[in-house]
Structure formats: C-alpha cells, structure tokens
C-alpha cells in the first residue's frame, strides 16, 4: 500500500475520533511509554523531568517531531499563545533514536525527554502531547497533566453506601485543603477530575463540593464519585521467549516470529473474588535476551483466548485492554469468535516486557465496561487520581493546583 495514502487514511480516522480519543496511535507505532522515572502516571509535578519513548516497526529512520499543546478542562484545545505556556519551541525533531540489534522484527526505538534545552513547559494544565512525521501527519497521540503542589488533597476509598452495589463499588471521598490560596467561589473556581488506574475511559467529573470548613473544601459524596470495583488485571510475562511461563502454554517461533500462546481464561464473573497482585493496567519493557530491553526486545505475537461460556458472541464486542495501547479500542484488540474452539481470541503483538489485560465489553455509543466479562468486587485493589482545576474568576489561564493518587487498600 502506498505510504502517503495509508498516512492519508490514517489521518482522517483520527479527524473522525478525535474530540473523544486523543489517543491515537498509528498501526507501525508500538511500546509508547510515557515515563517519569517512577511510572508510566501521566500526572506530573511542574518540573519533574519525564520521557516519552516508542518504536517504529517499519524501522526506516523517519524524521519525527514532537508537538505540544495546551487544552482545557475538557481536552479542547485552548487559543493561548506559546509563550503562555512554554518556554522554548512547541514543537521540534526527535533526534535521538536507535535501530534495533539483533531481533526478528526490525524495529527503529525513539526517545526525547521533557523539559529538554528547547522545550520547557512553563504553567501547569492538561496538555496534548501529539508525534508527526516529515509530513506533519499524526502517528500518535497522548494526554498528560502538569500540576503544581499548592494544596493538600486528603482522599479515601469507601464501600459503596447503596446496598445494591456495597459488594461490587467502591467510593472515592477527598476534600482539598488549601491555607495558602483564597477561593471565592469554589463551585465557579474549582473543577475536579477523578480517574481509576490512570485510565481516561474510567474518569468521574465535574463535581462540585458539599461542605466547607475553614481553609478545607469537602467532596464526600456517593453516587457521584463511585466506580465498579471491577477485578484485578490479569498478567503475563514475556521476559524470556525462549522459557517458559506460568500463564504462557508455549512459545514458537513461525516465520521468524515469536508467537506465544496463553491459556485461555474464563469469565471471571462466575467466580468469586480472588485477591491477586497486579500493576493496575501499567506494563514494564524487559528481556532476558539481551542487556539493552530498548533495542535488543523481541517482538512477539500474544494469542489471547477467552472461553465463550456465559457470553453471547452476537451482543457485545469483547477486548483485550490495558495500558499497552492506552486503552484504546481496535481491530487488533477486538475478539473474534471461533466456532471451530467455542473462545473468543485474538493476535497482539507486543514487545517484551511484564503485560497487565483484562477483558472489556464495549458498544460504539456505550461507555466501557470491565466488569460484564471480569466481574466488580469491592475488594479490588485500584488506584484513584484526584486532579484540582482552578481557574479566578475573570482569570484567561487556570492551573492545576494539586493533584494525589491514594489506593483502594490504604
């Protein structure tokens, strides 16, 4: 297929997403990591360095660039000047770049560090991150957020209240205290987001407070901040594709690709609740093959399998989800009925490293949900983001004055 037309189509599928995604990612782009040092959390401290990273399968050293916008409360894009929010270009080449050693897939690894000698970010506030070629064509897409520290929000999780969803919900109850700054008007002033496991599909807003006390605004509300508890992230680990694995039946090589195939997994919401340590969604790139994971990782196709029992095929679209694709719903994702094996399955290639999943269902207008296949516990070990906004009355540019990640079993 001829490059500029596959670039073409490629851009107008995003046109058509964007005002809900902002997380496309270009079917050659794969392992994008957005790290801070500590985790792929794209909630970050102004200041703190961070460094975006990611391979190109087609590893024919194209001219990338970054580019760096400012959005609003709601991810639209705001009419600000650079200056506003930046020192620096907004947007620059990508030089640092590796080809791959010694793998299968050849694959050409990228990597650029924020803030750098040309881009220094300036005012906290939720940005877009966007990735272009030489022909200024989007071939990804990330949001992040760069907060200041100038209040202390205080958060818990809670059982759900309602006694039809105590077993399967749990609540998030916060207030934001804040000594050092006069807020007139907190319901006009101050705009909350609340996310479960960093992911923006699963993300309660616009709430405004219940109390006031002193120098503290109260959030202890109910309905308005729970989420399904859902159940804890399956796993498996491609670390060494010439070993083997507890979740993996076996790794071959077909074609001079790795091809590993895991055990197929049940409907978890016919079992009960069983506490089992995950990362929330997040993965890690590493190899016992090589001594550089960026460019000596092998890229190995996962066949993902999922028993069809208690699941009516012609209903919902089932997918495998996790923070590997960013959450995001596609082709190569999606399960597809077998009637031959009665499983749904499906082929994902991905670089190696320790993979958290689970499976989803999801309807084109509906929401996500993850507990139709995996089952809600309240037991389930989540972590919850709480991000303020504050933005004066009469103010052109709000910040982001805190921000606190508290989890489920604190």
């Avoid at 990591?33 to 703190?48: A, C, D, H, R, T």
């Avoid at 999801?362 to 139709?372: D, I, N, R």
């Avoid at 540019?397 to 606190?404: S, Y």
């Amino acid at each position: 297929m001829n490059t500029k037309i596959r670039y073409t189509n490629i851009l107008a599928l995003f046109l058509f997403f964007n005002s809900t995604a902002q997380n496309f990612t270009a079917d050659f782009i794969k392992s994008v990591v957005f790290n801070n040092g500590v985790n792929q959390n794209p909630i970050l401290e102004l200041g703190k360095s961070f460094r975006v990273s990611f391979d190109d399968l087609e590893a024919d050293q194209k001219d990338y660039k970054y580019l760096i916008e400012h959005c609003d409360y709601n991810w639209n894009k705001t009419d600000l000047q650079i200056t506003n929010f930046l020192d620096g270009y907004n947007s620059f080449e990508i030089n640092n770049f590796e080809n791959s050693f010694n793998t299968y897939q050849n694959y050409t690894h990228y990597s650029f560090d924020m803030p750098n000698q040309f881009s220094r970010i300036k005012t906290s506030g939720n940005y877009l991150l966007t990735v272009l070629n030489s022909y200024d064509e989007i071939c990804f897409q990330r949001r992040f957020v760069i907060y200041e520290p100038l209040v202390t929000v205080r958060a818990s999780v809670k059982r759900d209240r309602n006694i039809k969803n105590i077993q399967k919900k749990q609540v998030v109850n916060f207030s934001v205290v804040h000594p050092d700054i006069r807020i007139n008007n907190p319901k006009q002033e101050l705009k909350i987001s609340i996310l479960q496991n960093n992911d923006w599909n699963l993300e309660k807003k616009d709430l405004v407070p219940l109390f006031y006390r002193n120098n503290e605004i109260i959030y202890n509300y109910n309905e308005e901040s729970s989420f399904y508890g859902n159940n804890e992230f399956l796993n498996f680990d491609t670390k060494n594709v010439r070993g083997s694995n507890i979740f993996i039946a076996r790794t071959v090589i077909e074609n001079q690709q790795f091809h590993s195939y895991l055990y197929a997994t049940i409907a978890r919401r016919f079992m009960p609740y069983t506490y089992f340590p995950d990362i929330n969604g997040g993965f890690t790139i590493r190899t016992l093959n090589g001594s550089n994971a960026a460019i000596e990782s092998e890229y190995n196709n996962v066949h993902f399998a999922l028993e069809s029992k208690g699941i009516d095929p012609t209903k919902d679209n089932i997918y495998v989800y996790g923070a590997f694709n960013n959450y995001a719903f596609t082709e190569e994702n999606r399960m597809k009925y077998n009637d031959i094996s009665g499983e749904f399955e499906t082929v994902i290639n991905l670089k190696q490293g320790f993979y958290n999943y689970t499976y989803v269902t999801k309807k084109e207008t509906a929401p996500v949900a993850l507990h139709k296949v995996s089952g809600s516990f309240q037991e389930t070990e989540n972590d919850y983001t709480i991000v303020v906004y504050y933005k004066p009355y009469g103010a052109v540019l709000g910040k982001v004055i805190g921000a606190t990640t508290v989890n489920s079993k604190s």
